[in-house]
């Protein structure tokens, strides 16, 4: 579904940083697996669609920083994982530069309490 949103995203216009944001906020806190992963492909799909400059302009790195490091939230910290799982996937070579920065947080998750982080 990701890889579909990308063809689309140039025809959203203004509309689509309160897409991203709704998006976004699904991905990070969403009640199910299903909700969280649906989120983050979607925000993946449309980042990738607008091109790499848009990561920084709708702060997807911080928020999945963010995510990961809420230390009693595991909903959060899945979300995060979901999303950066997802915009390496689709975004691919413009997600590269901030995915090594974050691959540390995203190793030690695996060790995680939560089965829902550890996927």
């Known amino acids: 579904a990701a890889p579909a949103l990308a063809p689309l995203a140039g025809d959203?216009?203004?509309a689509a940083a309160g897409l991203v944001e709704?998006?976004?906020?699904e991905a990070l806190s969403g009640v199910t697996a299903e909700v969280?992963?649906?989120g983050a492909a979607a925000v993946a799909g449309i980042i990738n669609g607008l091109g790499g400059g848009f990561i920084g302009t709708f702060g997807i790195v911080p928020a999945i920083t963010a995510a990961l490091n809420s230390k009693k939230d595991a909903t959060a910290r899945a979300g995060g994982?979901?999303?950066?799982t997802f915009m390496c996937r689709t975004a691919g070579r413009s997600f590269e530069p901030f995915a090594v920065g974050l691959a540390p947080t995203i190793f030690c998750m695996q060790g995680d309490q939560s089965s829902d982080v550890r996927i």
């Open 12 to 14: 959203l216009g203004a």
């Open 22 to 25: 709704q998006l976004r906020t």
């Open 36 to 38: 969280r992963r649906a």
């Open 81 to 84: 994982c979901a999303l950066y």
